[in-house]
């Protein structure tokens, strides 16, 4: 395990979005949110047998409907465009500001980099003082063959203390063939740069997960958190000659601060 600061996880990504703080009245007509930091231990890239520990920002910034943070896997600018007691809908737009690179596994030698590509979403989260669920749509704008990706979410939540948040559930993904081929396929220039056998990856399930996590509110304005997510790679991402290990778990521990 090595040490990378080069190359942080934004914003949480690698957790649901029911895995970030809850601190803010997102309804209110303000400016308000949470910044903090922490560390993070996590697969080199999707489907990599080897871990490596990276920094980890930490940030949601809202003002009224209008938000900055993490969606998904990407950072992005969202609008908050309907919400009732327990449903809010969403639509922004976004960038995996850290794409797949070459360079994140000897392994990946000859693959090339996976490009920067901008992508749009839409999202519809459900809320209550149990039950944190969700559904989020992305789709590749940028003309990069990053295709249409689902991600959907539910937790049980708890408070044995007042101070204190446990939560646990299920999350997967679903991803069409464009998406699928550009994370786990091997093209024929691909191929003959890397040794790989040419791969082609079809839309289907992606992964499977579970998630465990905890929130302590040390003070009114600060609060630390843990993650643990177990997902296991399934389908044409599971058989991709890339993967080297289908079962893949991630942890995280951070610091944030709420204004």
Request: aromatic letters at 14%; a negative charge; proline letters at 5%.
């Amino acid at each position: 395990m090595r040490f990378t600061p080069a190359k942080p996880l934004p914003l949480i990504l690698l957790f649901s979005t029911a895995a970030l703080p809850a601190f803010a009245d997102e309804s209110a007509q303000n400016f308000n949110g949470f910044l903090g930091a922490g560390v993070s231990v996590q697969p080199k890239y999707t489907g990599s047998k080897h871990n490596e520990t990276r920094f980890l920002p930490v940030a949601r910034l809202n003002y009224g409907p209008f938000f900055f943070g993490g969606v998904d896997t990407l950072t992005a600018l969202g609008w908050q465009f309907a919400r009732t007691e327990h449903w809010t809908f969403a639509v922004g737009a976004g960038l995996d500001l850290f794409p797949r690179e070459e360079s994140d596994d000897d392994y990946l030698r000859g693959m090339g980099d996976i490009k920067r590509s901008p992508h749009a979403f839409t999202s519809a989260i459900y809320r209550n003082d149990l039950f944190n669920a969700g559904v989020i749509l992305t789709q590749d704008i940028g003309g990069n063959q990053q295709g249409f990706r689902l991600t959907s979410y539910a937790n049980l939540s708890w408070r044995p203390y007042e101070d204190l948040r446990l939560f646990t559930g299920p999350s997967l993904s679903w991803a069409n063939s464009d998406y699928m081929q550009t994370h786990y396929g091997v093209s024929a220039h691909q191929s003959s740069r890397s040794g790989f056998s040419r791969y082609d990856a079809g839309s289907g399930l992606e992964k499977i997960g579970w998630e465990v996590g905890m929130d302590y509110d040390m003070t009114a304005a600060w609060q630390v958190g843990a993650r643990v997510m177990a997902q296991r790679l399934e389908s044409d991402a599971a058989d991709s000659p890339l993967t080297q290990q289908k079962d893949q778990v991630s942890y995280a521990l951070f610091l944030a601060w709420h204004f």
